[in-house]
């Protein structure tokens, strides 16, 4: 017993110590942030400035310092997200992560994003590639110190020299993140099932979208509701010829870094008229995937001609939200419908497809993914004049005579984001920074502005496809005359804009954008209503705003869809017998609170009923038509085919309820909802529990149409959630430097270990923000880096 008990002890010594030795071995990569250090490259020495939270201030005496330092301190920080955002945009995984990814690797070049990314650097100005030159340079003067991260050690990889046609490739891999599909490739698998008549009644109608940002280009539409589909009459007879194409494998294509989710982010911007500075508030909160480490990385830039603060992305040199001491401005996505599919009608040995003026060759383009630990895989990817062929995405397209060719905005090449960003910073008014948004490409963006003159402002920024046919809902056919689905672009100065609205106040919220007098198709696949509606709610009662009242905005955890039918969900409930749940959701006021029973019962039965609605439709249950079909009273959908006998809402409800109160160990909100940062080692085997590589879970409220959203994920956990703000800003242009700020969800530092990965966490769940001044004189700081010249 005794000698089994020494055997313990030492085993339990032993794992301490080796416990100890890696943590040592991992802290070894953790630089200091203090100190002076070579950087070559530079043209003179350059101040950082760090303050508590480890955000750095940068005081350079030229515009190309700043950028070369802000490469370096992107790859001191976060070299490990830089490597893996590269080998994501350029399809090569599976050098890092081996045969799991082989397949992820192949739809990424598909996507063709390098090939997109050396059309831009091509086409870019000489300034941008100054820029890009300068952040390569300060990437690879961090790579020859050679202090390699945890995860690149794990792995055993070196990073290779960065090049500047990486960085545009990594903003072409989040335009791609961003993109609004349509849906084509679903309706026409539902109507290969259903028929064409169903498909179309899947399309969004007019209470779907009903929250207009403008109405026509300059014309404010305050008013929430009413205005009529942007939906056309189809002509069904493409749809019918499309019935041969095979169902869709799954919804999500290729390495989607919002895990499939919609582009949810809130942005608004109120009037000094409201506000208690006399000056306008700018609020930005983008909801994205949530990660460890964060999407963004803050830094606050004070170069000769490049002053502002706010949040870049490791791999993009230049900062994408943010503000001056004169402007600010804030992103949401503008759900522009940016991707077609073109069905193609191959040879019987699919070495050609047919066009307009005859038959074609398809061409191929040799592909080699190097396989860590494996054999490359040799194979050949194929396109046409549309573009690539999404052949792994359609389960044997090719062998059936039909494939699909992906038309996506970002394929032309044309935009050049890096100077659209940073003139937008060194814009000095409404004007300047609205011919600074004409310069961006894609992912089109919703853009909020307000100014210390007192304007606020919108903007959408990005192109907008001319299409032959508007609105339509189906795959082109690419033999046909109109096979290309696009006929140019809608001209820049034509995009919907407006300037000082008399409401006093812009909204976006990924809402509808234009009302039916806008000229021009933008999408019908924009999100819901429901946190539009709800910031305006509390804009109209704020009359008085302050930065504080914007930063608790942005928490609000009230979901205006629950509060909307709430009573089918307590007339099920009684219906049920259960009284006391029935009188609880009637006096519910919709806050998805995590203490309290009802957000639970209610999302449990709002799932059941899409399940039972939705049971018999091919891989696609959109939310559009269900809200449509509840707030009518009843659909022909609610049927449930498998029962003999012809169902309405009110059977669907209580079967529903039913399934729910079955379970008799419902719980509070906030223990069946949270959020986990999840970082993408997490899942090794103790090594990630150890070292601590992901962040949560955290107890959170909110769901997937609150201000404060929180949407669940259908993989995961029953209402497990990584996704929702990953940023949030508000500034009062009355004081920039005194009030509101940034905050994000995890930390600046990449390093698992660094008390800097997830310090902001708990300030992020709380809704603080942290305050980057615009004047370096007024950072606070805690240690200070001098970066010098190597000659």
């Known amino acids: 017993m005794k000698r089994a008990a020494g055997a313990v002890a030492v085993a339990g010594v032993v794992l301490i110590t080796l416990f100890g030795v890696a943590r040592l071995w991992v802290l070894s990569s953790l630089a200091p942030l203090g100190g002076r250090e070579p950087l070559p490259g530079l043209d003179d020495s350059v101040l950082v400035l760090w303050d508590s939270l480890a955000v750095p201030h940068v005081v350079a005496r030229s515009d190309l310092d700043f950028f070369t330092t802000l490469g370096y301190l992107h790859a001191r920080d976060r070299l490990w997200q830089l490597d893996l955002l590269r080998h994501a945009a350029q399809g090569r995984l599976s050098e890092l992560f081996g045969g799991a990814t082989i397949d992820a690797d192949r739809e990424l070049r598909e996507l063709e994003i390098s090939v997109i990314a050396a059309a831009r650097l091509e086409r870019a100005a000489p300034a941008s590639r100054r820029v890009l030159e300068a952040y390569a340079r300060g990437v690879n003067a961090w790579l020859e110190r050679n202090p390699r ?87 069904p007879r493409l749809a019918t010829r499309l019935r041969p194409l095979p169902a869709p494998r799954s919804r999500s294509w290729a390495w989607d870094t919002h895990g499939g989710r919609s582009n949810a982010s809130n942005a608004w911007a109120v009037s000094g008229r409201r506000t208690r500075s006399g000056r306008p508030i700018l609020a930005n909160d983008p909801h994205l995937t949530l990660r460890a480490p964060s999407v963004w990385y803050l830094v606050g830039a004070h170069a000769p001609t490049y002053q502002v603060v706010g949040a870049t992305i490791p791999g993009i040199p230049v900062v994408v939200l943010g503000h001056t001491r004169r402007v ?21 040995d699919s070495t050609s497809y047919r066009t307009p003026r005859g038959w074609a060759p398809v061409i191929v383009v040799a592909e080699t993914i190097r396989v860590r630990g494996g054999q490359p895989v040799v194979y050949a990817r194929r396109r046409t004049e549309h573009g690539p062929l999404i052949t792994t995405e359609w389960r044997g397209a090719l062998d059936s005579g039909r494939a699909y060719a992906l038309r996506w905005l970002a394929q032309d090449g044309a935009g050049d984001e890096v100077e659209a960003l940073r003139a937008m910073a060194q814009s000095r008014d409404w004007t300047e920074f609205q011919a600074a948004t004409e310069r961006f490409g894609s992912p089109e963006q919703s853009v909020v502005y307000a100014d210390t003159a007192g304007r606020i ?242 107890r959170t409220g909110g769901d997937d149409y609150t201000v404060n959203n929180s949407t669940s994920l259908d993989e995961g956990p029953l209402f497990s959630s990584s996704y929702g703000p990953s940023l949030r800003h508000v500034v009062d242009l009355g004081d920039v430097d005194g009030v509101g700020g940034f905050i994000l969800p995890t930390g600046q530092s990449g390093h698992p270990l660094s008390r800097h990965y997830r310090d902001q966490a708990a300030r992020w769940l709380n809704g603080a923000l942290w305050l980057l001044p615009t004047d370096p004189d007024r950072v606070v700081a805690v240690d200070t880096l001098v970066l010098v010249p190597r000659r």
């Open 328 to 348: 600010a401005w804030g992103f949401t996505n503008a759900m522009v419908d940016d991707v077609d599919l073109v069905a193609e009608q191959l040879s019987g």
């Open 149 to 235: 991260p945890l995860e690149l050690r794990l792995l055993r990889h070196v990073p290779e020299p960065w090049e500047p046609a990486q960085s545009l490739a990594i903003g072409v891999l989040q335009a791609w993140d961003l993109r609004t599909t349509g849906d084509e490739g679903d309706l026409a698998a539902v109507a290969t099932s259903l028929g064409t008549a169903r498909a179309l009644e899947l399309l969004p109608g007019p209470a779907d979208s009903d929250a207009v940002i403008i109405g026509a280009v300059g014309e404010e539409q305050e008013r929430l509701g009413g205005e009529r589909s942007e939906t056309a009459q189809h002509d």
């Open 457 to 698: 402002g919108y903007v959408l920024a990005g192109r907008v496809p001319r299409r032959r046919r508007g609105d339509w809902p189906f795959p082109s056919a690419g033999w046909s005359q109109a096979g290309d689905p696009w006929d140019g672009w809608v001209d820049p100065r034509a995009l919907p804009r407006v300037l000082d609205p008399a409401s006093g106040w812009i909204v976006t919220a990924n809402n509808r954008l234009v009302g039916p007098a806008y000229p021009h198709f933008v999408s019908r696949h924009y999100d819901v209503p429901y946190r539009a509606r709800r910031i305006v709610e509390l804009l109209r009662a704020d009359t008085a705003a302050t930065a504080a009242s914007a930063s608790r905005h942005q928490m609000d955890i009230v979901d205006v869809f629950a509060r909307r039918f709430k009573s089918l969900a307590a007339r099920a409930a009684l219906a049920a017998g259960r009284a006391d749940l029935a009188d609880r959701l009637r006096g519910w006021d919709g806050a998805m609170d995590p203490g309290a029973l009802e957000p639970t019962v209610f999302w449990r039965w709002y799932r059941e009923v899409a399940l039972l609605t939705f049971d018999e439709t091919p891989a696609y249950h959109p939310v559009w038509p269900l809200h449509r079909w509840l707030a009518a009273g009843d659909s022909p959908w609610f049927d449930d085919r498998k029962t003999p006998g012809v169902e309405t809402l009110d059977t669907i409800a209580r079967l529903a309820m039913a399934r729910v109160l079955a379970d008799r160990g419902l719980l509070p909100w906030g223990d069946v909802h949270s959020t986990v940062m999840q970082h993408p080692l997490a899942r090794v085997p103790l090594l990630g529990w150890l070292l601590g590589f992901s962040v949560g879970p955290l």
